[in-house]
């Protein structure tokens, strides 16, 4: 079972940048797809990035341009680079790791886009 730890969450203005990390623990990280969730109260969870073993990506429509996904193996960590931020990204942001159909969840991280 993994452990995850998502960071780098808060409060940025319309047009900005974050960067999420997430730190995982317990597993074989390098054998495992990694991503990333969004959620909205009232709303289903909604894939934003994700990336395989092997560094192929793919991203939601509604980032795609904006995001960027990337892994380090040797630190264990995955992070989530958005830019131009939007109001509508909003959201609790969950880091997922995934092996064989099961799939271990962070506890979430607060991104609040907001002038």
């Known amino acids: 079972q993994a452990q995850l730890v998502e960071s780098g969450g808060g409060t940025v203005q319309p047009g900005g940048s974050l960067r999420l990390s997430c730190a995982a623990s317990g597993i074989i990280f390098s054998n495992y797809a990694m991503g990333w969730y969004r959620q909205t109260p009232g709303r289903e969870r909604e894939l934003v990035a994700g990336?395989?073993?092997?560094?192929?990506?793919l991203y939601a429509d509604s980032v795609k341009g904006r995001a960027t996904i990337s892994r380090d193996n040797a630190k264990n960590t995955v992070f989530l680079q958005i830019d131009s931020l939007k109001s509508e990204d909003t959201a609790v942001y969950y880091c997922?790791?995934?092996?064989?159909?099961?799939?271990?969840w962070g506890q979430g991280t607060q991104v609040t886009v907001a002038s």
């Open positions: 997922y790791a995934a092996l064989s159909g099961r799939r271990s």
């Open positions: 990336i395989s073993s092997g560094s192929t990506t």
